[in-house]
């Protein structure tokens, strides 16, 4: 009886189609590109989804990492940095404004609090293309990153792992889910990770605990409620990635600088960030006609820190080999409590079926500021890259900047997904009320209005064919916030930006893949360009363009190969601006081609293996506003391999023991992932070859 009642779980877990309970690295359903359940296919826009069996099986430990093989998303323009997830879509920076179950967590562009989330507690990640205000309010054009969170499950699973790699020191993890009573009305999960990992750069240290509890109480089938909490503490021992052009990217007559060299100094690597939330998600169906859902979050990051670095303005002294340093002191926090109330209700009009979504959200956050630079005459020892001695004594700088944000959003928006035939439309509008106040806290005076109305929308269409075919086409807007004045003390306007998008999708019966290819066209207006006036000053009169084409597919081949490829064609312009240099070409950090295919194979020969390989190619890209030709970043091509075996299939006794084996990087290509300027410590290496084992049990 009792393996009946196990199986009988299974069945029920599938519960028709579900997005949260997709297993496997094929994606089919999403949940962020309507905010409703809703297959891929019919929706009009291109969304890619990385799963948890696709992180799990590229050994990936970051979100950035877990988006290497996603077109159109550039997940290291920044190079190797453990401390933040840097990612651009479709050429726009997503820094500061990422999303986490459809909540969006502290964030600030400039602010050194923002945090990171761990992808070791997340189930999946999605990533919309394109506007994404219709449903989310401020976001960037590029498109929009919502993280899923691990949740209770009905099916008792418990996993502990512990991980190293090829640089030293030690991870270990836990995952546990499953009912709490009997009639399974209570199901818990709790996540847990901590580590003390090696890095690629002598002395550093990748110092992180994270705790992730959730609770869910379900009294009937209709209802649910979840309550969750979650807390990181990062206490990385850090060296900053701020390496000069000359012996990185450019040549040096004493030789390039080392990789793995530590070009801060250990008595001032403090880098500490804490970050904890805690909310609830709550949904009832009343029939099956309405329903009604309900998530609500409180976060807050505080972050300080104490570095030695190379200086950003001028790094090198007369000697050539030996760099100034300057030393950096920060203060920060940031806070924001978020709700969203929806209203979903399903209902016929003639042959036509409506999903009519209604929502009302509202943000409430916080960003403090507080940093500082060493001045000249505060000065920093030193540091001779071929022969680094750490001693001295690091001079603590006052601030210099100091600022104060506060903003306050709410918008209410509507959707309607129809359906018709074979014909489906998504048709949506939002009208948002923003206002931030930022105070300048070095300054008298008082603090800044900046007030914005927008509205936005998102109109699409698509057309199921039997065989899987889907062509669509959809036409979305966005804005977003920008803080700060004009020369005239006038607050700036919101960016704003339009995309057109068609393409066709393929998703056959059997569920053995999905293919999307997707051509799209997208605008933004009111960037800042210099002002002719006071060049230290800015003006709205910039408009960027890049329109391009992208194609993803994930494909279960046979029952022993499943294959990914991406490919994306990015062609940028900078159609308007005051900056003469910048005009009319391309924009930085945008690369015009970029592709990657990956694919896992587990013979039949072999009960138990699993073997992966993958490669990833980028063209040349330019970094320096300037766009000096010496200091444009090479084309690369990198490559991973990966393999996994369970025991289970070697005896019985094992069942449940993985190993894998991941390598990133295979022949340790050494390249630059930005430059930004030629005299200053404006550039960073990538990654070098990373090699990490994981041993896990799971029962």
């Known amino acids: 009886m009792a393996s009946e009642g196990i199986e009988l779980d299974t069945i029920v877990i599938e519960n028709g189609n579900s997005a949260k309970n997709e297993k496997g690295i094929i994606a089919k359903r999403n949940l962020a590109g309507s905010k409703t359940d809703t297959s891929l296919i019919e929706t009009p826009q291109a969304v890619s989804i990385v799963t948890r069996d696709q992180m799990d099986a590229q050994g990936a430990n970051t979100v950035a990492e877990a988006l290497r093989y996603t077109p159109g998303v550039f997940s290291d323009p920044n190079g190797y940095d453990m401390r933040y997830d840097w990612l651009y879509i479709r050429g726009f920076n997503t820094y500061g404004t990422m999303w986490l179950d459809g909540l969006a967590i502290p964030g600030d562009p400039v602010n050194y609090a923002t945090p990171t989330i761990n992808s070791y507690a997340l189930e999946r990640i999605e990533v919309i293309k394109g506007p994404a205000s219709v449903l989310y309010g401020r976001a960037v054009p590029g498109g929009l990153v919502n993280m899923v969170s691990k949740r209770p499950q009905a099916t008792p699973y418990r996993e502990a792992s512990i991980q190293t790699n090829g640089f030293g020191g030690l991870q270990g993890s836990v995952d546990m889910t499953g009912p709490i009573t009997k009639d399974g009305d209570w199901l818990y999960r709790f996540t847990g990770l901590a580590k003390n990992l090696h890095t690629q750069i002598d002395m550093e240290r990748d110092e992180q605990v994270m705790l992730a509890p959730s609770l869910t109480w379900n009294p009937s089938t209709d209802t649910s409620l979840t309550l969750y909490g979650y807390y990181q503490r990062d206490r990385p021992t850090f060296s900053p990635r701020f390496y000069p052009a000359t012996g990185t990217l450019l040549p040096n007559r004493f030789g390039q600088i080392p990789r793995d060299v530590f070009l801060g100094d250990p008595s001032s690597g403090e880098f500490n960030r804490d970050y904890y939330m805690a909310g609830y998600e709550f949904s009832h169906t009343f029939n099956e006609t309405w329903t009604v859902r309900q998530n609500l979050r409180y976060g807050r990051s505080e972050q300080d820190m104490f570095l030695a670095l190379v200086n950003p303005a001028f790094a090198y002294d007369s000697e050539g080999h030996t760099l100034n340093r300057v030393s950096a002191l920060s203060d920060e926090y940031l806070t924001s409590f978020a709700v969203d109330t929806q209203v979903e209700t399903k209902f016929e009009t003639g042959r036509f079926d409506h999903t009519v979504l209604f929502g009302v959200d509202y943000l409430r956050a916080q960003s403090s500021t507080r940093f500082g630079n060493s001045p000249r005459d505060m000065p920093v020892p030193p540091i001779d890259y071929l022969d680094p001695i750490y001693a001295g004594i690091i001079p603590v700088p006052g601030y210099q900047r ?237 490559v991973d391999i990966g393999a996994e075996y369970d025991f289970g299939a070697l005896k019985k006794e094992f069942e449940g023991t993985r190993l894998r084996l991941n390598v990133s990087n295979l022949f340790d290509e050494k390249y630059v992932s930005h430059c930004l300027n030629v005299t200053g410590g404006s550039c960073n290496y990538g990654a070098g070859r990373a090699i990490t084992a994981n041993l896990k049990y799971s029962w």
């Open 402 to 638: 100091s600022g104060l944000q506060k903003q306050n959003q709410i918008g209410l928006y509507l959707q309607d997904q129809i359906k018709y035939d074979r014909w489906v439309g998504t048709f949506g509008l939002r009208y948002d009320i923003s206002r931030i106040d930022s105070l300048d806290r070095m300054k008298d005076g008082p603090a800044v209005e900046t007030d914005d109305k927008k509205l936005t929308g998102r109109a699409g269409i698509a057309y199921l064919f039997d065989n899987g075919l889907a062509p669509y086409a959809s036409y979305s807007t966005s804005f977003l916030p920008v803080l700060g004045t004009n020369r005239l003390n006038a607050p700036f306007e919101a960016q704003t930006a339009e995309q057109f998008e068609m393409g066709i999708k393929y998703a056959p019966d059997g569920g053995r893949g999905i293919v999307t290819l997707s051509l799209f066209h997208l605008a933004m207006d009111n960037y800042l360009t210099p002002d002719l006036a006071d060049i230290q000053r800015s003006v709205q009169s910039g408009r960027q363009r890049v329109r391009g084409v992208e194609i993803e597919g994930k494909y279960e081949v046979t029952s022993e190969l499943t294959m990914l490829a991406a490919y994306a064609y990015s062609d940028s312009k900078v159609i308007r601006s005051n900056n003469d240099v910048e005009l009319g070409k391309e924009m930085l950090r945008l690369p015009e081609h970029q592709g990657s295919l990956w694919a896992v194979y587990t013979p039949s020969f072999l009960p138990g293996l699993a073997v992966s390989a993958g490669a990833r190619a980028i063209s040349s890209y330019q970094t320096d506003s300037s766009y000096r030709r010496d200091l444009r970043i090479p084309s690369r091509t990198l």
